[in-house]
């Protein structure tokens, strides 16, 4: 699994940086939004020491929070102090290699990692919460970036908890799955509600087709879709120190539907060509069908095939693609239709039309004109049916973070704010936050947030109103 990710892992801001601090007056670069009051929260790898064949993926997680107030900004970094960064801060070495292996010479006391908590961190309920997929959410305490434990709602929840919860915005409501629901490497589910209020009201497990990697799965109105994608896992093939997760594209492409207020039983198993998909941008219901808009890989990236050999890199890129589930439809398929070619991850919309049919959303893309796949160097804006809007790149070597949107106020028309979004300066090996007008990307940022050092490129952010 090593090879196959080298080339990622050269990537100078995939690094991780070996400290933490506190930078209380950073410089501004034009001006900033007086209606930005509040903290973007951005979380990502950074492992505390070197691990041995560990993926890019399990690497501790660091916190990056930038507070905005009255025109001023200011920054502070955490690692997340998890039972495992504990142990090897004590121990003064790695421990631990990932997805579950222990490292030769751990304690035989130390039974299981706890997580690492790498990315994303969201606000619900009053809480503010470090996730991965792994394991339970983590609580952060706000200001300070410290760990306050595992939140598991007073024992209502049990297991991995998906980074991707998604909340409603008409009812405040959090709906959330985990994968391997009944021990690593297994082919159950666990999913659940969380109301505004930070109750669980919903908590249920189902059996999927085979063990997958689920990432991200699909909430709308009246539906919820889990995607059963080809990068599989094999307790077989990791008790053989082979990869634990790997492309299997011959045990095809499932997405179960089922209604948000049904049952295991009643879920109903769509197919479409093999793919992979790390992240969805948004979904909606139109009549009896279902459209899903979604970031879809040809063949998974970062991922071997079972026997190690690499995937095609022409077809480990992530292009935005449409899924359409047509429920009365006499078919057990969905189609998937690409809606642009550009090279792009990490989607984002105005989480006010979350569910919903949405008319604006962005995603940072790769610069078609350059050797760099992977390198996700610009932003692009698109309509509600994948017309571009606008498209803005930054300079050669320069990379780009997830786009986080932030509405100008609460009665603001859908698109209508800004976009936040942490960008790597090669030539200076430092980082700015970078502030869009959202609706006009191309005219570049109306503020530059300058940092002394670099955010290394990490995973998701969300942004959370002083109020």
Not at 233 to 253: H, I, N, T, V
Not at 382 to 402: C, F, N, Q
């Amino acid at each position: 699994m090593l090879d196959q990710v080298t080339t990622e892992m050269t990537r100078p801001n995939l690094a991780p940086i070996p400290m933490e601090c506190d930078a209380p007056h950073l410089k501004v670069t034009g001006e900033l939004p007086r209606e930005l009051n509040g903290t973007l929260y951005r979380n990502g790898p950074n492992p505390q020491f070197d691990a041995p064949g560990a993926h890019w993926f399990v690497g501790d997680g660091m916190l990056h929070a930038f507070h905005l107030e009255n025109g001023r900004a200011s920054y502070r970094n955490r690692w997340v102090r998890t039972p495992k960064w504990l142990a090897e801060h004590d121990a003064g070495r790695a421990l631990f290699g990932g997805f579950g292996r222990k490292l030769p010479g751990a304690s035989a006391g130390i039974t299981d990692d706890g997580g690492v908590a790498n990315t994303n961190i969201i606000f619900h309920g009053g809480k503010l919460l470090a996730l991965e997929e792994g394991h339970l959410p983590t609580e952060i305490e706000p200001g300070t970036l410290d760990r306050l434990g595992y939140c598991d709602y007073k024992g209502a929840i049990k297991g991995p908890f998906t980074a991707h919860p998604k909340i409603d915005p008409v009812t405040g409501e959090m709906v959330f799955f985990g994968y391997n629901a009944m021990g690593p490497l297994t082919p159950a589910l666990s999913f659940g509600s969380v109301n505004a209020s930070g109750v669980v009201t919903r908590f249920d497990r189902f059996e999927a087709p085979y063990a997958s990697m689920v990432h991200d799965f699909i909430v709308t109105e009246n539906h919820l879709l889990f995607p059963i994608l080809p990068i599989t896992g094999s307790m077989e093939r990791a008790m053989r120190s082979k990869p634990p997760y790997a492309w299997e594209p011959e045990k095809g492409a499932y997405v179960g539907v089922m209604k948000r207020n049904g049952s295991p039983a009643d879920l109903v198993w769509f197919r479409a060509e093999n793919c992979y998909v790390f992240h969805v941008m948004n979904a909606w219901e139109e009549g009896n069908r279902i459209i899903a808009d979604v970031m879809q890989f040809e063949e998974a990236p970062l991922f071997p095939h079972p026997d190690g050999s690499k995937t095609d890199p022409q077809k480990s890129r992530a292009r935005y693609c449409r899924w359409t589930f047509d429920l009365a439809g006499n078919t057990d398929r969905f189609t998937q239709t690409y809606l642009d070619d550009l090279t792009g991850e990490f989607p984002r919309i105005d989480d006010r039309r979350a569910g919903y049919a949405n008319s604006h959303g962005w995603y940072a893309c790769a610069n078609p004109d350059l050797p760099m796949f992977g390198a996700l160097s610009g932003i692009v804006h698109v309509d509600g049916k994948g017309k571009r809007l606008g498209h803005y790149l930054l300079p050669a070597g320069d990379t780009i973070s997830e786009p986080v949107f932030v509405e100008r106020g609460p009665d603001a028309a859908e698109g209508d704010g800004w976009l936040l979004v942490a960008v790597w300066r090669a030539r200076e090996n430092r980082s700015d936050l970078a502030v869009f007008n959202a609706q006009d990307v191309e005219g570049g940022p109306v503020a530059l947030v300058h940092l002394g050092h670099r955010v290394p490129d990490g995973f998701h952010g969300n942004w959370v109103g002083a109020q």
